[in-house]
C-alpha cells in the first residue's frame, strides 16, 4: 500500500483551509497514494471565538471529506475536526476515515486530552473545550488493520500496545497539530518508539508553522517502518511525502524478532 502524508498549515479560515486539504489530497493521489492522510484539525486552528460550529460526523466536514475520496478513489483519513459533543460545553476531537466509495469506514474520538502547564511556554487545556472518547479503533483500510490514534495520544504506549496486540494493527497512524517546543524533541522519538515497540509502520501526518500568536507547529511528518527507519520525512513546509508499507516486511521483523509474540505482560 503506498501512502501519502499531507502536512499543512491550518488557520483561522476554513475555506481556504479545506482548499489547501483537497489540493493535497489531489497530489497524493496523483502520486498513486491508496491512502491520504491529513493532520489534527485540518479545517481550522486559530482562535476559539472563531471557530466553526462543532458538526454531527454527517456534517459539512465529513461531506466534503467523504466527496474528496468518492472523486479521487482513494482511502482518505480526514485528520480531525470539532465533532457535536456530550453537552454544550464540549465536543469531541474526532477523527474519519473514508473509503474510496466515500463511505465512512471509522470513526475515533480521541482518548487522551492535552492539558499541559510549562511556566513561560505554554498553558493549555484541552479538556476545558473537548471531552475525551472511550473506545480505541482499529480499522480495515485496503484489507490492512490499521490502529487509529491523535496527537497527545502519542505519548501513551499502552494505547498503542492495544491496537497491535488486541486489534492486530499493522499500521499505526498519528494526526497531530505538534507544537514546536516539544516536537523538536519529542516527535520522532516517540513516533520511532511506537514503531520499534509494536512492529508496525506508523504514518504520521502533523501541522506546520504558525497558527496564532501563541500556537507554533512542528511539522516533520513522517512514515516510519516497523524497525523503526524513516522512509519519509516532510521538510518544513506545506507539502506531502509518500512511502511504499511492505508488508512482507513487517512479517519478517515479526518473525526474526518476536518481541510482541515474547511478552510476558
Request: hydrophobic fraction near 40%; glycine fraction near 8%.
Amino acid at each position: 500500500m503506498r501512502v501519502a502524508v499531507c502536512q499543512l498549515n491550518a488557520r483561522d479560515n476554513r475555506p481556504a483551509n479545506l482548499t489547501v486539504a483537497r489540493d493535497l489530497l489531489d497530489q497524493a493521489a496523483a502520486a498513486g497514494a491508496d491512502l491520504a492522510v491529513l493532520p489534527e484539525y485540518v479545517d481550522y486552528l486559530g482562535p476559539a471565538d472563531g471557530a466553526p460550529k462543532p458538526e454531527p460526523t454527517d456534517g459539512e466536514f465529513g461531506s466534503f471529506f467523504a466527496a474528496a475520496a468518492r472523486e479521487l478513489g482513494m482511502w482518505v483519513h480526514a485528520g480531525s475536526f470539532h465533532e457535536t459533543g456530550p453537552d454544550d460545553g464540549r465536543t469531541y476531537n474526532t477523527t474519519m476515515v473514508f473509503d474510496p466509495t466515500g463511505r465512512l469506514a471509522a470513526t475515533y474520538r480521541k482518548i487522551h486530552l492535552y492539558d499541559v502547564e510549562i511556566p513561560g511556554r505554554v498553558s493549555y487545556r484541552e479538556s476545558n473545550s473537548v471531552a475525551p472518547g472511550d473506545e480505541t479503533v482499529v480499522a480495515d483500510i485496503a484489507g490492512i488493520r490499521t490502529g487509529l490514534s491523535i496527537c497527545y495520544d502519542l505519548r501513551f504506549p499502552e494505547l498503542y500496545r492495544r491496537l497491535a496486540v488486541d486489534g492486530d494493527a499493522q499500521v499505526l497512524v498519528v494526526p497531530a497539530a505538534f507544537m514546536m517546543h516539544t516536537g523538536r524533541d519529542h516527535w520522532e522519538v516517540l513516533l520511532r518508539a511506537r514503531a520499534i515497540e509494536n512492529q508496525c509502520y506508523v504514518v504520521a501526518a502533523g501541522q506546520i508553522g504558525d497558527h496564532e500568536p501563541s500556537r507554533t507547529c512542528f511539522g516533520r511528518s513522517m512514515i516510519i517502518d516497523p524497525w523503526g527507519t524513516v522512509l519519509a520525512q516532510a521538510p518544513d513546509t506545506v507539502g506531502i511525502v509518500t512511502a511504499d508499507l511492505d508488508l512482507a516486511r513487517l512479517r519478517t521483523i515479526r518473525s526474526e524478532l518476536p518481541s510482541l509474540a515474547n511478552r510476558r505482560l
